[in-house]
């Protein structure tokens, strides 16, 4: 069974650092992977998507994130983290044949002065 | 907005009250997901539908809880007969195609409290 694991519930940053979020993910074929940034009382916004292809990804936000198939992993990164970045992050993974997304349980971002 | 629309925003219900939330879908999507989301947790699927038809229901609690997506209109969860363990944020997410690889663009949410 497909599962979806962010080691990190909570992470604290400082505003101009650098952001790396884990996901581990753990299905038999190579998945679809998201990742999705949730402010406080919103909805879920999508950062980017790996589904084939450069195993560096590009998304919003100046967001970025790398597929390892060697550690079933896609981790997301940002070079330096702006205040407005403090949020809730999800990875998602899609199984293909499957209806829907299986989320992580989250990582919450805080970022401090 | 051309995004996906969910109301009401915040709803409170008391315990064996009815709660229904509806999901406009995106222009021109016609598949629509339900997820719950509870506290401190990522999200969970619970429904998948198309126009008049529900396709995989494999994450709705057997009882008390229900969803349609009719012809005309917007998609509707139904939970009837509250209790406090149904308090939790529901987002409906729309896609393009079926069985999708394609990003599903989520609402902002329905905030479900039971008191």
């Known amino acids: 069974a497909q599962s979806v694991t962010q080691p990190d519930i909570h992470i604290t940053v400082s505003e101009g650092a650098s952001l790396e979020l884990r996901c581990n993910y753990s299905?038999?074929?190579?998945?679809?992977l998201f990742w999705y940034v949730q402010s406080p009382g919103q909805g879920l916004q999508l950062l980017l998507k790996y589904f084939s292809g450069d195993t560096l990804v590009q998304g919003i936000k100046g967001f970025e994130a790398e597929f390892k198939r060697s550690q079933s992993s896609f981790n997301l990164r940002k070079p330096s983290v702006h205040w407005s970045d403090a949020a809730e992050y999800f990875c998602?993974?899609?199984?293909?044949?499957?209806?829907?997304?299986?989320f992580g349980t989250g990582t919450r971002l805080t970022v401090i002065p | 907005n051309a995004g996906v629309m969910q109301n009401p925003r915040h709803l409170v219900r008391r315990r064996g009250q009815e709660a229904r939330l509806r999901c406009s879908p995106m222009?021109?999507?016609?598949?629509v997901y339900w997820y719950r989301q509870l506290p401190e947790e990522g999200l969970k699927f619970m429904v998948y539908l198309q126009k008049e038809n529900i396709i995989d229901e494999s994450g709705m609690p057997k009882e008390r809880f229900s969803a349609e997506f009719p012809k005309e209109g917007p998609s509707i969860l139904r939970i009837q007969q509250v209790v406090r363990g149904d308090s939790a944020a529901y987002f409906c997410?729309?896609?393009?195609?079926?069985?999708?690889?394609?990003?599903?663009?989520f609402g902002d949410g329905t905030r479900l409290s039971i008191l």
């Open positions: 997410a729309s896609s393009q195609e079926p069985y999708s690889n394609q990003p599903q663009h």
């Open positions: 222009k021109g999507h016609s598949h």
């Open positions: 998602a993974v899609y199984q293909t044949g499957a209806n829907n997304l299986f």
């Open positions: 299905y038999g074929a190579t998945p679809y």
